[in-house]
C-alpha cells in the first residue's frame, strides 16, 4: 500500500512528523515547485531562488537516506502549476492509498489540502507541525482562559516549557523575566559590526538563479550577490557564525539602526528557521548554552530567545486563532494606496530609503526598521493594511503568512483593533533619531517640527493621533500622549495638521500589479 507523503517548500526538516511516521518501502515524498506559489504575491527574487534551492537540495539527500522522492519541478511540461493538481496527478501515477502531510503554515494551503480527500478519492492524515513548541490547539486553550492576550505572558509559559533560561529552582535566570530595558541602546559609531556568513551558489542554486532570472526577473528585488544558507549543514554553519560573533552583541543594539550597514549584530537565521533548515529549539538551545559558558551576556541571549521561543510562536497562535477574520482586518479604516516609493526607494526620507534599499538588495530588514520605520510610516499615512500586507509578504525572503501578517495587521498596523498589541506602534522622528544616525544625513529635519523642510514623521504622528482620538484617548497606554496634545496651543495643534495633510498629498499611488 503506498503512502503519498507531500513535502512543502517550508518543511524542509528531516524531523518533519510525516517522514519520521513513513516507512521508506511503501512511502513516496512528493516535492513540488509550482507557479501558484511563486506568484500569489510577486515574491521577491531571492525568496524564490531560496526556496527552490533549497528544496532541490532537500530531495537530494532524501534520496541518499533511501527516500524515493518524485519531484517535480517548476519548468516541468506537464506541470499542473498547484499543488493540488499536482497531488491529484501524483496518486493517480503512484496509484497511492492515502496521503500523509504536516499541516501547513497557511490558512489558504490548509482549505486546498482539506478538499483533497474528495478530489483524490483517498483518505489525507494531517499531522500537527511539532517542529513549534506550542501546538495551535495548545495557544488556542491558553487564549481561551484569558480576557486579553498577552505575549509577555506566553513567553513565560514557554521558558517554563522549555526550561530554556531558567534556573533549577523554575525562576528566571538573573531574576527577571525579560531584559528588554537593556537592549535599547542607540549605535556606536566606529562600531565594527560583524557580517552573516555567505555560502558561494553551487551548481544546483546556479542553475535555479537561471530559472528566476528568467522567469521571475520583472519581481522586486536584486538576485545578484545570493548566499543563503540553504542545507541544514550551511544552516548549521550561519547559527554558530552568529553566536560566536554577533549574538554577544546582539541584545544592546537590537532596536539601532545604522546608513549602509544592513546586518548589525541580527542573525539573519529567520530564512532558514522559516524553512525548516534550523528547529527553534536548535537555535534557542544554542543561545542558552552560549550564556551558560559565559560567552554571550544574559541581555542578549534573553533577547534572542524571546524572539524564538515568545514572540514567533505567539505569532503563529495568534495566526491559526484569528484567521480568516483578521486577513481583512482594517479597524483605523485606513484606505490610502500604498506609496509608490515603497517599491522605487526613491524617497527625501533617509530612514525609509534605507530600509526599502536593504529590502531590494538583501529580501531583508530587521525588526525595528519592519516596525517603527516601513510600518509606522503606513499606519501614520493611513495605508491600506492589506495593501501594507502584501508588500511585506512579497519583499521579504523570510515572509510566509502565519508570521508576517499578525506582524502587519496586528502589530505595526493595529487594524485588527488591538488584539496583539494594546496600543499602536506610533512614533515621531525624535524616536527615529534617538535609534539611528539617518536624521543626520536626511535632507529633512528632525528638530523642525512644521512645514516643508521638518521631518514629515513629525506632523504625521500628531496627526494620527488627532485623526483616531476617540479610539486611543482613554488607552492607559497613550494618556501621556493625549496630555502632550492637550498642552499644545490651538495653532500648533493646527499647523501640525495642515503640514501632515501638505505632505501626504505629495504621495504618489504604487502602480497596479506591483504585489499581485
Known sequence: MTILI????????????SLREGDLADSIVLMMEVAEETTYVRHHQRKIALILSAMRHFADELRHAGWTVDYV??????????????????????????????????????????GWAALCGVPVDILPDDRFFCSTLEFQTWAQARNELTMEFFYRDMRRKTGLLMTTEGKPEGGTWNLDKDNRAPP????????PMHFAPDETTGEVMALVAARFGGHFGRLEGFGLPITAAQAEHALEHFVRTALPDFGTYQDAMVTGQDWLFHSWLSPALNLG????????????????????????????????????????????????????????????????????????????????????????AHHIQRLMVLGNFAMLAGVRPQDVADW????????????ELPNVIGMSQHADGGRLATKPYAGGGAYINRMSDHCRDCRYDVKQKTGPEACPFNALYWDFLARHERRFRRNRRMIQMYANWDRMAPEMREAYRESAGAFLETLEPAQPGWAK
Open 73 to 114: 519541478r517548476l519548468d516541468a511540461p506537464d506541470n499542473t502549476g498547484s499543488f493540488t493538481g499536482e497531488v491529484q496527478r501524483a496518486v493517480e501515477r503512484h496509484g497511492a492509498a492515502g496521503i500523509r502531510i504536516v499541516e501547513p503554515g497557511e490558512w489558504r494551503v490548509k482549505a486546498m489540502i482539506d
Open 392 to 403: 511585506f509578504l512579497a519583499v521579504y525572503v523570510d515572509a510566509y503568512e502565519w508570521v
Open 277 to 364: 533548515l534550523l528547529t527553534p529549539i536548535q537555535v534557542a538551545t544554542a543561545a542558552a548554552e552560549a550564556y551558560a559558558a559565559g560567552k554571550a551576556p544574559l541581555n542578549s541571549v534573553e533577547g534572542f530567545i524571546r524572539q524564538i521561543i515568545g514572540w514567533r510562536e505567539y505569532v503563529r497562535g495568534y495566526y491559526w486563532l484569528e484567521m480568516p477574520d483578521v486577513a481583512t482586518a482594517n479597524a483605523l479604516e485606513a484606505t490610502r494606496p500604498l506609496p509608490e516609493f515603497y517599491w522605487t526607494g526613491e524617497t527625501d526620507m533617509l530612514c525609509l530609503s534605507e530600509a526599502i534599499r536593504n529590502t531590494r538588495d538583501n529580501g531583508y
Open 188 to 195: 556606536k559609531r566606529g562600531t565594527n559590526y560583524p557580517e
Open 6 to 17: 507531500p513535502v512543502l517548500g517550508d518543511q524542509l526538516s528531516h524531523q518533519l512528523a
